[in-house]
C-alpha cells in the first residue's frame, strides 16, 4: 500500500472516532494494521474481554511471530486460564488449557506440565509461584504493565504506536477545500449552494439574478479552512501532503503527545484533556459573512441523524452563521473605517497620579477603572467626570503577610499598580502591585466597593492579573518575578495550581477557551511563551516573541484571533497574529517608530480593529491589512508610549496623557453613552445637589487633596451619580473606609420625602416606542428574546411560527443595533420557509411553547407541545428534531460550559439533562409536582435552579445531578392563583442570586440557603404579573402585568421607580384585553426592553435620549406604595 493510501487510512480514522464510530474503528485499526491503539487494548484486558484481546492483537502479530509475541500471548492465556481456576470452573479450565495453551508445550514442555497440575489444587495459590497472586483486578493491571513492556520492544510494533499528528477534522477540511475549488469552477457560481451530493463533482445550477460573490471556505462537516489559502486547483493530486509552514515557527508544541486517535486533537481517544495544540485550531464561532455555505446537514439524510449533531461549546455543528447583518459575530459588514473609531477628544480626567494600567466595566461601560504609578486605584464614571472611588495603596492585614514583604515595604514603601482588571461580570476586581501583593475588590454599583480578598502571591512584583473559569468556578490568575503562574480561588484565596518552567520573571497571562478546553498562555521577560492546561502537567508550548522581551498576548472579542504585541530591549516593538493552528506568525503590522521610547500597550475592539500606544500617539491597524490605518495625537499630551484600552463596544478609548491624566476618546455612539451620563448628572433635584457635605467627608477630601489632585473641583454633583447615592448613605455609609473620599449627603438637611415622585408614562412622546412590523397572522407572542448579539428579536408565536426582526447598520443606527428609534426588518431567507415547530393534533395555542438560543446566535432550539426542533438561525432550516411526546417539553436551557448539554423541562413535572452529541438522556431529576415553568444554571455555584406550576423552587448540582434543596414560593395571603400560574427564575448578574417571577410577587432569592431577600406584590386589586426580566446588568427588573402596565423596578430592592401605562404604547382602538405576555431585555443596553402582546405585537421601549434612563429609585424610606397614589403596592419588603 503506497504513503498516501496509508495516511488516507489514518484519515478515515480520525473521522470514524470523530463521528464516535468505535467499534469500526477498532475494526479498521485491526485490519489496517497500521496504529496499534494501546489505549484501547488497555480498557480490553481491565474489562477481561480476551477474545476481543486476541483478535485485535492478530491484526499485528501471530503467536509465533517471536519470542515476544510468544510471551505476549502466553501471558494473555494464562490469565485466562488462571481466573477460570480461581472461579472453579473446572471444566472451563481444561478448555483454555487444550486449547490454547497446549500450543506452548513443544517450546517449553515441563512449564506446560506445572500448568497443568494445577487443577489438581484445590487453590492454585498453593503453588508456590502463585503465592502472591491477588485478586483478578490487581492481577490483570500487573499482567498488563508486563504486556506494555513487551508490545514496546516487540519489532513488529515500531511505528505503530503513535498516532499522527493531525490537524483537527483534517479529512473534512480536505473535502471543503474540493468543494471550494469545484464551486470556484462553476460557470454560474450561485450564492449559499445546497451541496446535497458528495458522490458527483458539485455545480450550481442556472444563475437566479444573484451575483455571488468569491468563494470562501465555509464548514461542510464542522472544519473551517482559511479564506483564500487555496493554492491552484492543478497543483493538487489525490490526497497530496499539506505544504510545509512558511515560518520558523514549526508548531505550537515543544513535545506533542504521543497518544492516539485526536477527536479534539492530535491527542488520545479518551486519554485525560487534549493537548493545547487541538485546543487552538478552531476558534469558538465560525468566521461571520461566509461567501460560499454547504449546509450538508441540512439534508434529509443528515437531519435524521442525530449521533453526529454535536454541540460544541458554541454548538458546533455544520451550518451557516448569522448573515452579514448581525455586525457584532465578524467585520466583513461595510465599517465606515476610520470613522467607526473613537476619535473624538470627549473627556479629560485628573487622576493625580502617572496610569499604568486602566479597564473599562464589562456592563457598566462607562465605568473606568485606573491603577497608578503610586499604588492609587480609582473609579470613574467617565460621562459624568466623576471619581466614583479613590484608594491609596495600603495593605489590609500586614501580619498575615510574608517576612519578605514586611522587610521589603520597610526598605521601600513606595509600590506601583501593574495591572487592574475586571472580572467578566463586573462584580469583582483585582489589583496587582509591584511588591507581592494581589488585591481584589467586590463591586455592588455606584461607589460601593468593598474589600474582598488579600493575597501575598509572588515574591517581588506581580506583573499581571487575569480572572478565568476553569473547572466551572471563578479563579484569579497572577504571575511574577519569582517566575511562576499561580491560580487561586476567587472566592476563598486558595491556591490551586501553581505552574513553573519559565527561566524568567514572567510579565504576562492571557487565559482562554476554546471547544471547552481551558488554557493560559504565558509570556516572561526573555522573550518565551509557554501554554499551560490546568493539570500541573508542565507546559504545551515553547517558542519565542517577536521582540523577546515584554510581550502580551489578547485574542479579538469573539475568541477567534490572537493577537500580541513585544517590545525588545532595543526598542522594537511589533504587533502580530498568530496562526493557531500552526504555531507561527501569520501577519505582522507595520507602522511603528523605529524604536518605541517604551514598552508599546496595545487592544483590539470590535473583532476588527488593533490599537498602540506609539511615538507620542495612538496608531490603529485593521486586523485584516497590515499597513497602518490612521494615527491620533488626541489633541496633544500623550506620553511616548502611552497606556491604552477601549470599552467592550469599542465606542470608548481611554489613553494616559502626560500630566497624570487621561482622555476619554468616542466615536457618535459614545458620544450619546456620555451624554446620557452626563444628562443624569445634571438632572438630579436641586435641593439634593445643594445639600450641605458631611463635615467628616469633607475632612477626609481636605486630607488627601495633597495626592489627589482634581478631587476638590468635582463639585456638589458627586452625590447625584444615576440618582443612587442617596440609599448608598444610609446602607453603606458607615462601613466605608476612610480613603474613600467622596462627599456624602447630610441626610438631617434633607427632606428625602418631598424629592422623589414615581416616574409615570402616560403618553408616546414620554418614552421611545416602536412596534415591530408584522406581515403574518399572528395571535399571540409565547416567547420572545434578544439575540445574544443585541441586532435582532426572536419571537415564538402560539401557532408555532417563530418571527425574526433584525436591524440593519445605516447612516441612522450606525451600531447596527436594536433600537426604538430605527424599524428593523422582518426577516427571512429567500427561500421564504419559516421555522415552525412540530405540533401535536392538539391545538398549538393550547400548547406550552419554549425555546433557547444558542451562545452565538446561530442556532435555535424550540418545542411547541410536538418534538424539540432544532433550526439554522441563517437558512431557517429545521436541522433534527427528537424527543417526541408524552412527556412534551416546556423550558429549555443550554448548559452555560458545554452546549452540548441541555436541561429540558417536561410537562409530567421531570427535568430530563439531554446531551445531544451522543442523543442520549444522561439524568431524569425528579421533585416537582407540577409541569417545569423554569430553569437557570448559575456557572459559579455549578448549579440548577428549577420552578414549577407548583410554585416551588428546586435547586440541583450541575455535577452530579443531585436535589441539594427545595423550597415553595412565600406566596401573599389573600391572593388568589390560577390553575396555570407559571413561575420562572433568572439568575443576577452575580450568579448568586436569582429573580423568581409569578403572577402573585416578584421575590429575590439567594440560592445556597435558597432565602428569600426581598419580595414584592400587588395589591389584591391590582392586575397580576405576566412575565418579568432583569436588565442585562441585573440593576433593573422589568414586569409586565395583565392590564397592560409596564413596571421598571430597581432590583437591589424592589422598589418601582418607573411605571409605563397602557395608552403610552397601545392605541384607544386596540381591545382592553391586549397585555403583554412576555417580556425580554436586551443584552448590553440596560435601559432598552421588548414586549411581546396577546395581540401579537411586539414593542421595543427606550427612554428619552434626553432622559437616559427609567427614572428615578426611591430613597429607602419612600419605598412604601402606600405614599404613591395608584401604584402597585408593596406586598412587603425584607
Known amino acids: 500500500m503506497s504513503s498516501l493510501s496509508r495516511e488516507l487510512v489514518f484519515l478515515i480514522l480520525q473521522f470514524l472516532d ?10 479498521l485499526e485491526q485490519e489496517s494494521g497500521f496504529f496499534f491503539n494501546m489505549k484501547y487494548f488497555e480498557d480490553e484486558v481491565h474489562n477481561g474481554n480476551w477474545d476481543e484481546v486476541e483478535r485485535y492483537l492478530s491484526g499485528f502479530t501471530k503467536v509465533d511471530d517471536n519470542r515476544y509475541s510468544m510471551k505476549i500471548f502466553f501471558e494473555i492465556r494464562k490469565q485466562k486460564y488462571l481466573e477460570a481456576l480461581d472461579k472453579h470452573d473446572r471444566s472451563k479450565a481444561v478448555d483454555i488449557l487444550v486449547k490454547d495453551l497446549k500450543v506452548f508445550a513443544s517450546f517449553n514442555e515441563e512449564l506446560f506440565k506445572e500448568i497443568t497440575q494445577l487443577l489438581t489444587l484445590e487453590n492454585f495459590r498453593e503453588n508456590e509461584q502463585l503465592s502472591k497472586y491477588g485478586d483478578t483486578k490487581s492481577a490483570r493491571a500487573i499482567m498488563l504493565g508486563e504486556l506494555k513492556k513487551l508490545i514496546e520492544a516487540n519489532p513488529l510494533f515500531r511505528d505503530k504506536l503513535q498516532f499522527p499528528n493531525l490537524k483537527n477534522s483534517r479529512l473534512r477540511t480536505l473535502i471543503n477545500q474540493s468543494l471550494n475549488w469545484q464551486h470556484q469552477l462553476c460557470k454560474n457560481p450561485r450564492p449559499n449552494p445546497d451541496i446535497k451530493t458528495l458522490f458527483v463533482d458539485h455545480t450550481c445550477g442556472q444563475p437566479n439574478g444573484a451575483r455571488a460573490p468569491s468563494p470562501a471556505s465555509n464548514p461542510l462537516l464542522g472544519s473551517l479552512p482559511k479564506a483564500g489559502g487555496f493554492p491552484p486547483l492543478g497543483a493538487h493530486g489525490p490526497f497530496q501532503p499539506a505544504a510545509p509552514v512558511p515560518t520558523p515557527l514549526a508548531g505550537w508544541m515543544s513535545n506533542p503527545s504521543t497518544v492516539t486517535h485526536p477527536a479534539v486533537s492530535g491527542g488520545a481517544i479518551g486519554l485525560g484533556a487534549p493537548s493545547i495544540q487541538a485546543a487552538l485550531k478552531h476558534p469558538r464561532t465560525p468566521p461571520s459573512n461566509p461567501s460560499v455555505d454547504y449546509p450538508a446537514n441540512d439534508s434529509d439524510h443528515a437531519s435524521k441523524r442525530a449521533r453526529p449533531m454535536g454541540i460544541s461549546d458554541e454548538v458546533n455543528l455544520p451550518v451557516n452563521v448569522l448573515p452579514v447583518t448581525f455586525p457584532s459575530h465578524g467585520h466583513a459588514q461595510a465599517f465606515s473605517a476610520p470613522d467607526d473609531l473613537p476619535k473624538i477628544v470627549a473627556r479629560t480626567l485628573n487622576q493625580g497620579s502617572s496610569p499604568m494600567s486602566m479597564d473599562f466595566h464589562p456592563v457598566q461601560q462607562t465605568h473606568l477603572l485606573v491603577g497608578t504609578n503610586v499604588g492609587d486605584i480609582g473609579l470613574w464614571e467617565v460621562g459624568s467626570r466623576e471619581r466614583l472611588f479613590q484608594r491609596n495603596f495600603k495593605v489590609w ?15 521601600d514603601p513606595g509600590v506601583s499598580v501593574n495591572r487592574v482588571i475586571w472580572s467578566p461580570d463586573g462584580t469583582l476586581f483585582g489589583v496587582a502591585y509591584s511588591r507581592h501583593i494581589v488585591q481584589i475588590y467586590s463591586y455592588h454599583g455606584n461607589d460601593d466597593v468593598r474589600q474582598h480578598l488579600e493575597i501575598d502571591a509572588h515574591v517581588g512584583g506581580v506583573n499581571d492579573l487575569a480572572f478565568s473559569h476553569p473547572n466551572k468556578q471563578l479563579c484569579i490568575i497572577t504571575c511574577g518575578d519569582d517566575k511562576t503562574i499561580k491560580v487561586w480561588d476567587a472566592a476563598t484565596s486558595v491556591k490551586q495550581y501553581t505552574f513553573e518552567g519559565h527561566e524568567a520573571p514572567v510579565y504576562s497571562v492571557c487565559p482562554h477557551y476554546k471547544e471547552n478546553i481551558q488554557f493560559i498562555f504565558s509570556t516572561a521577560l526573555d522573550g518565551k511563551i509557554k501554554a499551560w492546561l490546568y493539570d500541573n502537567m508542565g507546559s504545551r508550548v515553547d517558542y519565542d516573541a517577536p521582540g523577546r522581551w515584554c510581550t502580551t498576548m489578547a485574542y479579538s472579542a469573539d475568541g477567534t ?17 498568530w496562526n493557531e493552528s500552526e504555531g507561527a506568525v501569520k501577519r505582522a503590522y507595520q507602522g511603528f517608530r523605529k524604536r518605541s521610547l517604551g514598552v508599546v500597550q496595545f487592544d483590539t475592539t470590535k473583532n476588527r480593529f488593533l490599537a498602540a500606544g506609539d511615538d507620542f500617539s495612538i496608531k490603529f491597524w485593521d486586523m485584516d491589512d497590515v499597513q497602518l490605518l490612521t494615527t491620533l495625537d488626541a489633541d496633544g499630551g500623550l506620553p511616548a508610549s502611552p497606556r491604552i484600552r477601549f470599552n467592550k463596544n469599542g465606542t470608548l478609548l481611554a489613553v494616559s496623557t502626560n500630566d497624570n491624566g487621561i482622555k476619554i476618546l468616542a466615536n457618535a455612539d459614545g458620544m450619546r453613552e456620555l451624554r446620557a451620563c452626563e444628562t443624569l448628572a445634571s438632572r438630579a433635584p436641586e435641593s439634593v445637589t445643594k445639600s450641605a457635605i458631611s463635615p467628616i467627608s469633607a475632612a477626609v477630601a481636605a486630607a488627601v487633596s495633597a495626592t489627589s489632585a482634581g478631587l476638590a473641583d468635582r463639585g ?24 474613600d473620599v467622596k462627599p456624602r449627603i447630610n441626610e438631617e438637611n434633607n427632606d428625602k420625602s ?3 415622585k414615581l416616574t409615570e408614562i402616560n403618553e408616546p412622546a414620554q418614552c421611545r416606542s416602536l412596534k415591530l412590523p408584522e406581515n403574518l397572522r399572528i395571535t399571540k407572542i409565547s416567547r420572545l428574546i434578544y439575540t445574544n448579539s443585541g441586532n435582532a428579536i426572536l419571537a415564538l408565536a402560539s401557532n408555532a411560527i417563530h418571527l425574526l426582526w433584525k436591524w440593519q447598520r445605516n447612516e441612522r443606527n450606525s451600531s447596527g443595533k436594536a433600537t426604538a428609534s430605527v424599524s428593523p426588518q422582518l426577516w427571512q431567507p429567500s427561500s421564504g420557509i419559516l421555522m415552525t415547530n412540530d405540533i401535536t393534533e392538539n391545538n398549538p395555542e393550547e400548547a406550552v411553547h419554549c425555546f433557547a438560543l444558542s451562545k452565538n446566535d446561530s442556532y435555535v432550539m424550540s418545542a411547541s407541545g410536538g418534538k424539540i426542533s432544532l433550526f439554522n438561525m441563517m437558512t431557517f432550516k429545521t436541522m433534527t428534531t427528537f424527543m417526541p411526546p408524552p412527556p412534551a417539553a416546556t423550558f429549555l436551557a443550554f448548559h452555560p460550559q458545554d452546549n452540548n448539554i441541555i436541561a429540558i423541562g417536561m410537562d409530567d413535572s421531570t427535568i430530563q439533562i439531554y446531551n445531544v452529541r451522543v442523543d442520549e438522556v444522561k439524568s431524569m431529576l425528579k421533585g416537582h409536582s407540577k409541569r417545569i415553568t423554569g430553569l437557570a444554571f448559575s456557572h459559579v455555584l455549578n448549579v440548577l435552579v428549577s420552578s414549577g406550576a407548583d410554585a416551588q423552587l428546586c435547586v440541583w448540582s450541575s455535577d452530579g445531578w443531585e436535589k441539594q434543596k427545595n423550597r415553595y414560593l412565600q406566596v401573599p395571603t389573600g391572593r388568589p392563583q390560577s390553575a396555570h400560574s407559571d413561575t420562572r427564575v433568572q439568575f443576577h448578574q452575580d450568579q448568586i442570586h436569582f429573580l423568581v417571577v409569578h403572577e402573585t410577587q416578584l421575590a429575590i432569592y439567594e440560592t445556597t440557603k435558597l432565602d428569600c431577600v ?13 412575565h418579568a426580566t432583569f436588565s442585562c446588568d441585573s440593576q433593573l427588573v422589568y414586569a409586565s402585568f395583565l392590564d397592560a402596565t409596564v413596571c421598571i423596578f430597581s432590583a437591589a430592592n424592589l422598589r418601582l421607580r418607573c411605571r409605563i401605562n397602557p395608552a403610552a404604547y397601545l392605541p384607544a382602538s386596540v381591545s382592553p384585553n391586549v397585555h403583554p405576555v412576555v417580556i425580554a431585555a436586551h443584552p448590553q443596553e440596560a435601559n432598552q426592553f421588548a414586549l411581546g402582546l396577546s395581540d401579537g405585537g411586539v414593542h421595543v421601549f427606550e427612554p428619552l435620549e434626553s432622559e437616559g434612563k427609567w427614572g428615578v429609585p426611591p430613597p429607602v424610606e419612600n419605598g412604601s406604595a402606600s405614599t404613591v397614589s395608584a401604584t402597585p403596592a408593596v406586598g412587603s419588603s425584607s
Not at 470523530?18 to 475494526?27: A, D, G, L
Not at 426581598?1014 to 405576566?1026: D, T, V
Open 1014 to 1026: 426581598k419580595q414584592w406584590a400587588p395589591r389584591e386589586s391590582s392586575a397580576p404579573i405576566s
Open 561 to 577: 484571533r490572537l493577537f500580541s504585541c513585544g517590545t525588545s530591549k532595543e526598542g522594537e516593538s511589533h504587533i502580530v497574529e
Open 397 to 411: 492585614d500586614l501580619g498575615a503577610c510574608s517576612t519578605s514583604l514586611q522587610t521589603t515595604l520597610v526598605k
Open 716 to 739: 456638589t454633583s458627586v452625590v447625584t451619580i444615576t440618582g443612587m447615592a442617596i440609599e448608598n448613605v444610609s446602607n453603606n455609609g458607615d462601613a466605608r473606609n476612610m480613603g
Open 754 to 756: 418631598k424629592i422623589w
Open 18 to 27: 470523530e463521528e464516535k464510530f468505535k467499534e469500526t474503528v477498532h475494526r
